[in-house]
């Protein structure tokens, strides 16, 4: 698969090639999931005929393999800093905690809420969780609250207002969120004085710099690395600045699109005492995009959404009970892959349907079940009230606790 993939990557990058990138994407992608058997997904006859359709499954197996695999590429537990936006279930959170993991960014009052609880259910009191989202108003108070009630953890929130330190509780540290170049949240690298303000009001309070490029999306491993490094300089740039007035015990870079480039990045290995950590989420449950863009992590699908073929109303079209709804839409065609049907596309869905072109292959009867894997698995898992968790022999049922948001403090 990995001599694939540099074949086509070379293909994409060669002059005058008139093949496009997201085609010759899609076709590596294809080829290391069409290996993907559906025996090693299908749940026993007895769930089925219980289990209404659209239904979220997680594979616990899975999810526990793509876990060990992310520390090995971190070298690790502690260079990992998870972003639990894409998991949100108490017992995949468990599942973390118990293979090691400590460092956690989050983006909502109920993740961090359900992870803080899970940590004290497990017997951790260390629990280090960043909530990565500009936190204004009473939503500030009440994470002070939820950090109160885990006195052993270290709580922190982002900022990027010299004048917003002292509106933020004491009892939280502060990151500086800097701009990578998305230009959605953080302070902009030309204004380091600012930087610098917010670290000095904070003090003993300084936990770090969180730096989210998730804007690196370049054609081929070499532009996006090459992209990633510039990025990674110049924060360093930054750090070496700053360093006269303040230390920088820590910087947090790197979702799932650019954390391998982070990581083989020599400098960040180097700067001790600093420590370096990415901040993948999605690689818990891996989806097909993570697979499109990069497909030398071989992680495994963990996360499904499990369908029903409600009709067939073409010779060359099936449709599935699996629309918007309950499997994202927001990032493009095709939203889903089928697991055991390679030659079914699917095409743009509607709220409550999924259709398929059958290119090639059998065309599903009606009834037939379906295995889909997300193109983009985290807004997926928020939709899901409830996941059927299947730990080899073992389906239970759990809520999808962290999902949503709060409405009234």
């Given at each position: ?10 293909l994409a990058s060669s002059e005058g090639s008139q093949i496009p990138h997201f085609l010759l994407r899609i076709q590596c992608m294809q080829t290391r999931f069409e290996r993907i058997r559906t025996d090693d997904y299908r749940l026993p006859a007895e769930c089925t005929r219980r289990l209404f359709s659209p239904a979220l499954l997680v ?209 960040f290995r180097t700067i001790v005492p600093i420590v370096h950590r990415v901040s993948p989420g999605t690689v818990v449950f891996h989806d097909l995009r993570s697979e499109q863009q990069l497909e030398d992590l071989d992680l495994v699908p963990a996360a499904l959404v499990f369908a029903r073929v409600v009709s067939r109303p073409l010779p ?94």
């Amino acid at each position: 698969m990995k001599e694939t993939a540099r074949l086509i990557e070379y293909l994409a990058s060669s002059e005058g090639s008139q093949i496009p990138h997201f085609l010759l994407r899609i076709q590596c992608m294809q080829t290391r999931f069409e290996r993907i058997r559906t025996d090693d997904y299908r749940l026993p006859a007895e769930c089925t005929r219980r289990l209404f359709s659209p239904a979220l499954l997680v594979y616990l197996d899975r999810v526990r393999e793509n876990i060990r695999r992310t520390i090995a590429l971190a070298g690790d537990a502690d260079r990992w800093r998870p972003h639990i936006k894409t998991t949100k279930i108490p017992r995949v959170y468990a599942e973390m905690i118990r293979a090691g993991v400590r460092h956690y960014k989050c983006a909502t009052l109920r993740e961090a809420e359900t992870l803080l609880q899970v940590a004290r259910e497990e017997g951790i009191e260390d629990v280090d969780l960043l909530f990565a989202h500009p936190l204004i108003g009473p939503a500030l108070d009440r994470l002070a609250d939820l950090a109160a009630a885990s006195p052993g953890a270290s709580v922190s929130v982002l900022c990027e207002d010299p004048e917003a330190v002292e509106t933020i509780d004491p009892s939280l540290g502060l990151f500086v969120d800097i701009d990578p170049g998305m230009h959605r949240t953080g302070v902009d690298p030309e204004h380091p004085e600012r930087i610098r303000a917010i670290a000095e009001k904070a003090g003993s309070r300084f936990r770090g710099l969180h730096y989210y490029d998730g804007h690196i999306h370049g054609t081929t491993a070499a532009a996006r690395r090459e992209q990633a490094h510039r990025g990674y300089h110049r924060l360093l740039e930054i750090v070496e600045a700053l360093s006269s007035h303040a230390d920088v015990p820590e910087i947090v870079t790197s979702g799932t699109p650019a954390f391998p480039y982070a990581l083989d990045f020599e400098p960040f290995r180097t700067i001790v005492p600093i420590v370096h950590r990415v901040s993948p989420g999605t690689v818990v449950f891996h989806d097909l995009r993570s697979e499109q863009q990069l497909e030398d992590l071989d992680l495994v699908p963990a996360a499904l959404v499990f369908a029903r073929v409600v009709s067939r109303p073409l010779p060359d079209r099936v449709t599935a009970d699996a629309g918007s709804k309950s499997i994202a839409a927001e990032a493009g065609d095709p939203c889903a892959f089928a697991i055991g049907y390679p030659g079914l596309e699917a095409l743009t869905p509607s709220e409550e349907h999924l259709p398929f072109s059958v290119r090639s292959g059998p065309r599903p009867e009606r009834g037939q079940h379906l295995y889909l894997v997300p193109r983009h698995v985290c807004p997926t898992v928020n939709l899901a009230e409830q996941a059927l968790l299947v730990d080899g022999d073992d389906v239970t049922v759990s809520p999808v606790r962290a999902r949503a948001h709060e409405l009234l403090s």
